[in-house]
């Protein structure tokens, strides 16, 4: 992963008139500009973990953005949204002046209009897909809690092309206290693509083993006979009101495109251990166990694999290895994952910051 680019963010502050649905009303504008982007300070925060990047550094130039407030709020219940940002354009800028900045700029010819943010408002909610660009369509929809359903078409096979969708960006207004209040701050997304990264290997009891082993006929696939999905149309809901701070991700109109099982495994050695790819596939929780067969010097062997273990989240990278004994069977010996974290799960996901 390339190291994570240091850049400032700056907007040009350029004083527009105020809509009453969308914009503070006079008596609460600020002079605070509501910012994208990431300062010095925190790429170098963020170059202490591993693989964090810069959206722009994977050559994603721009993003559209959602943004919405709350101004009415009973306990943990946030209620009364307006729209801030409706599907705005963001774009990566690199500036001719002397001082060589680049920032992220989404003032457009007065169609998309510098926002400031409401001292009054009880909440500030946004959200993004990656890049502009992205084939969606998005609604509102709720009758008690509203969100805003983005649906995005996913071809997992071509993964080059799947989009990115971000992390809800959540805060408080003021003066409502909450961890990691943001309000009135830059806004910084935070990506993930909505695919799954699978892979099995096979292990020996005994190195030598390798040598005298022959594996065949090798299949992991769904216990029910179902296929594994990898083209579909995902839908991120981001809750605008109510309790929810976090996104989630369902897959729907499944059975486009899959595959019956995984055939290709990995076999570890110190020689090809950091060479292995990965299956690409729709996200799939609650899928049921799965069965591993394989025949060992020709004789079958077969493993059914818990469906606890079978929940792939987006943006994780799950290995199972399965180990050849010295008897002719095979065992589960670990379910892994390459460690990279997002601040919503525990587990392996590819995250990109801009």
């Not at 001082?99 to 007065?110: G, T």
């Not at 609604?139 to 996913?154: A, E």
């Not at 020996?204 to 594996?215: F, G, I, P, R």
Request: hydrophobic share 35%.
């Amino acid at each position: 992963m390339n190291k994570f680019a240091p850049f400032i963010s700056l907007v040009l502050l350029v004083l527009v008139a105020c809509s009453s649905d969308d914009e503070p009303t006079q008596a609460n504008i600020t002079t605070d500009v509501i910012v994208f982007g990431c300062d010095t300070q925190e790429a170098e925060e963020v170059t202490t973990r591993a693989d964090a990047q810069s959206l722009h550094d994977v050559g994603i130039g721009s993003f559209r953005v959602w943004a919405y407030k709350n101004n009415g709020v009973s306990g943990n219940i946030f209620t009364s949204y307006q729209t801030v940002i409706d599907s705005y354009r963001v774009w990566w800028e690199s500036t001719l002046s002397t001082s060589n900045l680049n920032f992220w700029e989404y003032v457009d010819n007065n169609t998309q209009s510098i926002k400031y943010w409401d001292i009054s408002a009880n909440a500030y909610r946004f959200m993004a897909i990656a890049p502009a660009t992205t084939l969606h369509s998005a609604s509102i929809t709720g009758d008690d809690y509203k969100s805003l359903n983005v649906r995005m078409p996913i071809d997992a096979t071509n993964e080059a092309d799947v989009p990115y969708y971000s992390e809800l960006w959540f805060s408080t207004g003021s003066p409502i206290d909450y961890p990691d209040k943001q309000f009135q701050q830059t806004v910084k997304l935070r990506f993930v693509k909505p695919i799954t990264y699978v892979r099995f290997m096979f292990t020996y009891e005994k190195d030598e083993l390798a040598a005298s082993t022959t594996l065949t006929a090798k299949s992991f696939k769904p216990t029910d006979g179902g296929q594994i999905e990898q083209k579909g149309e995902v839908i991120i809901s981001y809750p605008i009101t109510g309790t929810g701070i976090h996104e989630t991700l369902t897959v729907s109109q499944t059975g486009l495109e899959g595959i019956a099982a995984f055939t290709q495994d990995y076999y570890i050695t110190p020689a090809n251990a950091n060479a292995c790819t990965y299956y690409t596939v729709l996200p799939a929780i609650n899928q049921g166990t799965y069965t591993l067969k394989v025949s060992v010097n020709g004789e079958p062997k077969s493993l059914v694999v818990p469906e606890e273990y079978m929940d792939w989240l987006p943006g994780y990278e799950y290995t199972y290895i399965f180990k050849v004994r010295e008897s002719g069977g095979v065992v589960i010996d670990n379910v892994q994952s390459a460690f990279t974290g997002w601040t919503l799960h525990e587990g392996t996901r590819k995250v990109y910051n801009w």
